[in-house]
């Protein structure tokens, strides 16, 4: 076996460690990064999930589906007469097929550019920092690395009661490659990725049913958000089954028969086309580390690290979806930049108070920091500011003003605890909040600050006067 060196070895090409790769080379590294992933095509992929089965073919199919639906049913409101409009499913999955192919490319020349090795196959850790490389062509061979990252990410979670069978039960990778949108589609999971696929796939004629064992719809969201988020996903044909948990699925012929118990206990039973699984994700470690490699796991499978994503191994950090906290691409990727950094002797960290969520659904559901309830819960005192986009100008213009902003706000300092967005836009919306509690803004720091008119964005800087009660656009209850 022969012996390569490099000062930065990162097993995972998705975001965490892709970015991770790409930091450690601008910062002088000589970097080799490891990916067994395989493309639609039988080639090697980089991106990981987030380019291939993840955020990006899902955004793909959420904006095709949502212009399909707007031009049927709402430009007629604002004067365009758009006629017969139909849905060109194969056409749509070969657009998004063409964006990940452009975007996993663009990750393989930013590879090239910045001089990072790409090697194509199964990574190992082994003891020291050594890694063990199997390439899917040639022979297994032994990297020296200074450091480590390691950035195996996560994969679907199965479970018992439905188990897939590539065709009628499928998980999210499955759901994104339909060929056609089922009759009656069966979804089980409420969070992001079922509400995301569930919306995709009702838009384009699914009669979709989404199963839920939670009895509150997205828990930790805003609450008020949540509500409306859930009445409005409803209007829009989503028939959303909260307290409801699967105990099996059987294919039956051309048909997928599920059972789930309610809240009381009462058995039902459900007939669909196909069925997606979206029950979460799991840390996926499978072959990643020799047994004396010295990386432990915690109790839930996932690489443990500590705040600084350093693993239990000399120079070795873990990054991304296999550790701790939520399972987002942005997360990783500032969890990546964080450990090349802090190898090459910098003092980064990741802020984990300030890490936006979103759902991409239309209106879109965004959010950073805590909710009114965790606030409530704590017992410490605050104040709540809300701006309907009803009354925003531009969302009215653009004839989209359902939903509203909300901001928490500490009753003592005004400093920002959290933002709450249910709206058009939302998960830009979000990236200013993001960016004023990053600077530990007041509520009254964003109230001073002046916004394009007309910008939905205005919601944000109404939603912060009204902590104070003086929002101009609309009545201010007294306190
Ligand atoms: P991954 O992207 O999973 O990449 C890990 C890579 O490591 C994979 O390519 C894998 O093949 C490779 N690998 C694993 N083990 C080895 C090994 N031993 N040797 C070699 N290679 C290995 N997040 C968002 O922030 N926004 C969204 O809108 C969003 N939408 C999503 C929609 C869907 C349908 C799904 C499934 C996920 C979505 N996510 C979204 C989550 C997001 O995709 C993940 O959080 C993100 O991809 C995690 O990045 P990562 O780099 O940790 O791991
Ligand atoms: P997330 O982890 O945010 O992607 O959401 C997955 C959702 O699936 C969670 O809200 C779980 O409560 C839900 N879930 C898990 N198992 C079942 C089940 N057997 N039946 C119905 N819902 C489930």
Redesign the pocket.
């Known amino acids: 076996m022969s012996t390569d060196k490099y000062d930065l070895v990162v ?7 892709y970015a991770a790769a790409i930091r450690g080379a601008q910062l002088g590294m000589s970097v080799a990064c ?4 395989l493309g639609t095509d039988g080639q090697p992929t980089l991106g ?3 380019l291939n ?3 990006i073919p ?2 793909a199919l959420l904006d095709a589906s949502h212009r399909f639906v707007e031009t049927r049913d709402s430009l007629a409101d604002v004067g365009v007469i758009a006629g017969n409009v139909e849905m060109d499913v194969p056409r749509m999955m070969a657009r998004k097929d063409a964006v990940v192919a452009q975007l996993t490319g663009g990750i393989g020349a930013l590879f090239q550019g910045n001089g990072v090795t790409h090697l194509a196959g ?3 850790l082994l003891s020291g920092a050594r890694v063990e490389f199997e390439p899917h062509e040639g022979e297994t061979r032994t990297l020296d690395a200074g450091s480590v990252v390691l ?4 994969v679907p979670v199965e479970i018992a009661p439905a188990p897939l069978d590539g065709d009628r039960i499928v998980d ?1 990778t499955g759901a ?1 490659a339909f060929d056609a949108a089922p009759a009656r589609l069966g979804v089980i999971g409420a969070g992001a ?1 079922g509400l ?1 696929l569930g919306s995709v796939w009702g838009r384009l004629g699914s009669e979709v049913v989404i199963l839920e064992a939670l009895e509150d719809f997205l828990p930790t969201a805003d609450s008020r958000i949540a509500r409306d988020g859930l009445r409005e996903l409803g209007r829009q044909g989503l028939d959303i089954r909260l307290g409801t948990r699967v105990t099996g699925a059987e294919v039956q012929g051309e048909a997928v028969v599920v059972s789930y118990q309610d809240g009381s206990g009462d058995e039902h039973s459900l007939e669909v086309d196909r069925l997606i699984v979206a029950v979460g ?1 799991r840390p ?1 470690t499978e ?2 580390l020799a047994p004396d490699s010295g990386v432990n796991l915690d109790e839930r499978g996932f690489l443990f690290v500590n705040d600084l994503c350093v693993t239990d191994a000399p120079n070795v950090y873990a990054v ?3 550790v701790r906290g939520p ?4 997360k ?1 990727a500032e969890e990546g930049v964080m450990a090349a950094e802090r190898i090459a002797g910098h003092k980064p960290v990741v802020n984990y108070d300030t890490v936006p969520s ?1 759902i ?1 659904t239309h209106p879109e559901i965004a959010w950073v920091g805590k909710t009114e309830d965790d606030v409530k819960a704590a017992g410490d005192d605050y104040r709540v500011g809300t701006f309907p986009f009803a009354a925003s100008g531009r969302a009215l213009a653009a004839n989209d003003a359902k939903g509203l902003v909300k901001l928490v706000a500490d009753a003592e300092t005004d400093r920002i605890l959290g933002v709450h967005v249910f709206g058009p836009q939302a998960s830009e919306i979000i990236a200013q909040a993001v960016i004023a509690m990053e600077f530990d803004a007041s509520a009254e720091d964003i109230g001073l600050t002046m916004f394009a008119h007309p910008t939905l964005s205005e919601a944000l800087h109404e939603a912060a006067l009204g902590v104070g009660g003086h929002a101009i656009h609309m009545i201010n209850r007294k306190r």
């Open positions: 097993i995972g090409a998705g975001p965490a460690g490891i990916d067994k992933a990981g999930t987030c089965w993840g955020c899902s955004k199964l990574g190992r950035a195996p990410g996560s999210s994104l990725i995301e994700r996926y072959g990643l991304g979806d296999v399972m987002l691409a942005h990783g979103v991409y």
